[in-house]
């Protein structure tokens, strides 16, 4: 590990100026490229100390053994060489985009005398056009079968092609009509030639005038009484509007536009673009990423930017790039941008419109092509031995943990406080061992004390089991409800399990079985609190670990300093994935909580008042407010609600506390008069109800 000061130039020998900078190893192999406005600055931020660095950034400057620097004359020069350098030399610690798959294109090779329509893959060659990428080559061939019927282009192979002219027979699709046979001198180069040409028109989105064309010839057919040619017109309009509506309109303005969505995580980033051209989308492709850097959105956009179009001139570049958010600065990739295509292009965030709404359909298609990357690489035995590997010698177990339980604390500014408890066995989720707690020794928010009474709870559970007593635990009615896919109810806490949570012996399922290792979602104290339950219970036999979210530090309950997992580990990849599926299943835990405690009324309590019938209350008093004004007389006109009913309403609405005035949390407003069946509640942005009062952004409030 190289001392960053061992080889930080002078001050005065870094150039205030544009250029482009590369950072290499003790063996000379370029392992960093970045680009600056000013390299002064940009490098003196490099070797600031080590301390105050990202942990990427930290690990790559101490990886390097010398830094170089090329100036340039302005920004977009300095891009152009980042990009080519990337390239060149393909260095370890930059975003690098691999494809998810090889995609293939629909090319018509126009360098050639009689041009083919064919599937290509790989590198693009000069002097081919290409459309698409489409996501099976299937679908080329599809699209292509329809479209030879009105443009008869060569799609043979140079063998075939010669074999036929060899031989003075065309192949059968010259006989059938899907080829206009150019091998046995049926058309000549200059007319095949302009074919290839309508056909490349017509996939470039430029059909309208050709349809207009043929529906005028088929109509002056039509009155010539050439029937036969009218009908043959009419079936190759037929064929070419078959072919258009594979390819739906969203944009109906004809726009020539490609779309840029991104959707990441601490590790990892999926990029996905879709092709619109003339209003229809012509292709999509994606690509996955490792981050390797320290990167933005704006950054990983920027770098798309490059892999998309480094190569790229001419109409390959559309008029038009939307992104989820601009490069930082914008100015140089939209001149980088403009200069390959010869002519303005626009790149810029979608606000509003058919535009945004297409954009947010990209969003979705990125953030399925990451879960199915991650899913993919969870699923391979290999990777998964690798990870619990990694993780046994980075905290010096044993063994590898084949079960894995991860503990997390939910709760919205104190209150419904809950925890839940995942388990991953063999690398993998057990979804029927998950369980979720009530906080129910104290009131208010401290996690570290919940997290204590969480673990001796459950560890509490399994000493009971482990001595065959069979009894349940005097809180135990929640801790051992299992999880199904959706959230479970709450049971009574007196009352027996209900039948979904049994064995097949009739008796609660409990926790029957101990982890390797136990996972908390937080760092030292968290850590330190999950331990002493396990000492206060007597149990040394499993390992505790804390991972924490800043920084993604592994934190041991013996050790003062955290353990740091290299970023491309497989172990911490799958420590981060049971921590964010405890969280995950925590935080919709309390939200479930939260929305039913919201949704209640004081209606609720009374005995022998089922739904339908306090609906029919509600119905018709029109809201609490004046049935708690009402008299028993008047509950009595409710039709199916008797003399002792209506008593029984009446005693529990004065028992219960007054429900506070909701409040419109845009404007302040008290709405005291509301006359809803709720007025406690008020709803956000999303839909989500709020207590009265409540801030309206809750961000950093729930966890």
Same mark, same amino acid.
């Given at each position: ?282 292709? =999509? #492709? *994606? ?5 390797? @850097?320290? /990167?933005?959105?704006? &950054? %990983?956009?920027?770098? $798309? +930017? ?44 979608? =606000? #509003? *419109? ?5 954009? @947010?359909? /990209?969003?979705?298609? &990125? %953030?399925?092509?990451? $879960? +199915? ?331």
């Amino acid at each position: 590990m190289a001392d960053p000061s061992s080889y930080r130039p002078k001050p005065g020998q870094i150039p205030d100026s544009p250029g482009v900078y590369r950072f290499r190893d003790e063996h000379r192999r370029v392992i960093y490229v970045g680009k600056a406005k000013s390299l002064r600055q940009r490098l003196a931020n490099y070797f600031q100390d080590l301390a105050s660095l990202h942990p990427r950034t930290r690990t790559m400057v101490t990886t390097a053994a010398s830094v170089e620097w090329t100036v340039v004359s302005t920004e977009v020069e300095a891009l152009q060489l980042e990009y080519s350098w990337i390239k060149e030399y393909d260095p370890r610690f930059n975003v690098k985009y691999r494809d998810d798959k090889s995609y293939p294109y629909l090319a018509v090779t126009m360098n050639e005398e009689f041009p083919r329509v064919q599937v290509m893959r790989g590198h693009k060659k000069k002097g081919v056009r290409y459309f698409g990428p489409y996501g099976h080559a299937w679908a080329i061939r599809d699209t292509v079968d329809l479209l030879l019927r009105v443009f008869p282009v060569r799609t043979c192979s140079a063998g075939v092609f010669k074999n036929a002219a060899r031989t003075g027979r065309p192949c059968l699709l010259g006989y059938i009509g899907k080829c206009s046979a150019p091998c046995v001198g049926r058309i000549s180069p200059q007319d095949h030639g302009e074919l290839a040409d309508e056909f490349c028109d017509f996939m470039a989105g430029r059909t309208g005038t050709y349809l207009r064309r043929l529906e005028k010839q088929m109509m002056e057919a039509a009155e010539e009484m050439e029937y036969e040619r009218a009908a043959r017109l009419r079936d190759d309009i037929e064929a070419l509007k078959k072919a258009m509506e594979k390819n739906a309109v969203v944009l109906a303005d004809a726009t020539d536009a490609d779309l840029i969505a991104v959707a990441e995580d601490e590790l990892e980033a999926a990029v996905q673009i879709f092709h619109v051209r003339g209003g229809r989308v012509r292709g =999509q #492709r *994606g690509w996955v990423t490792d981050k390797v @850097e320290d /990167v933005t959105t704006g &950054a %990983l956009v920027e770098h $798309a +930017l490059q892999q998309l179009y480094g190569e790229e001139t001419g109409d390959a570049v559309p008029k038009e790039v939307l992104v989820p958010a601009l490069p930082e600065p914008v100015e140089p990739v939209q001149e980088w941008l403009t200069g390959r295509r010869g002519a303005n292009v626009s790149l810029r965030i979608p =606000q #509003r *419109g058919d535009k945004k709404a297409l954009m @947010e359909t /990209v969003q979705r298609n &990125a %953030l399925q092509a990451l $879960a +199915l990357h991650k899913t993919k690489r969870a699923s391979d035995l290999t990777t998964r031995s690798r990870a619990l590997e990694e993780i046994a010698d980075a905290l010096d177990l044993d063994s590898a943990p084949l079960r894995i339980e991860c503990y997390d604390i939910s709760h919205l500014q104190g209150d419904d406080v809950v925890a839940s408890m995942v388990v991953f066995e063999d690398g993998l989720q057990r979804k029927s061992e998950y369980r979720r707690f009530q906080i129910k020794g104290f009131a208010g928010q401290d996690d570290v004390r919940s997290m204590h009474e969480v673990i001796t709870r459950r560890f509490r559970r399994y000493l009971a089991e482990k001595e065959r007593t069979g009894e349940w635990v005097e809180d135990s009615a929640e801790d051992a409800l299992p999880y199904s896919g959706t959230p479970a109810p709450t049971p009574d806490p007196d009352a027996a399990p209900v039948d979904g949570f049994k064995d097949d012996d009739g008796r609660p399922k409990k926790f029957a079985y101990p982890p390797q290792l136990v996972v908390v979602d937080g760092g030292r104290p968290q850590v330190a609190a999950a331990k002493r339950a396990l000492d206060e219970l007597g149990i040394d036999d499993i390992a505790v670990c804390g991972l924490a979210k800043r920084l993604e530090e592994v934190w041991l309950p013996a050790d003062d300093d955290p353990v740091v997992l290299p970023r491309t580990s497989e172990g911490l990849y799958l420590l981060q994935r049971v921590r964010d599926e405890a969280h995950r299943f925590a935080i919709t835990y309390q939200r479930t909580k939260r929305a039913k405690r919201f949704r209640s009324s004081p209606l609720d309590d009374v005995p022998g008042l089922g739904e339908t019938r306090k609906q029919a209350v509600i119905k018709h008093f029109g809201s609490v407010k004046k049935l708690r004004s009402a008299t028993i007389e008047q509950i009595q006109e409710v039709p199916g609600i008797g003399r002792k009913t209506a008593e029984t309403i009446a005693v529990a609405l004065a028992q219960a506390a007054p429900a506070a005035p909701a409040v419109n949390t845009a404007t302040g407003e008290i709405m005291d008069d509301r006359e809803d069946e709720a007025p406690e509640t008020t709803a956000d942005a999303s839909g989500e109800p709020v207590p009265a009062g409540a801030p309206d952004d809750r961000r950093g409030q729930e966890r």
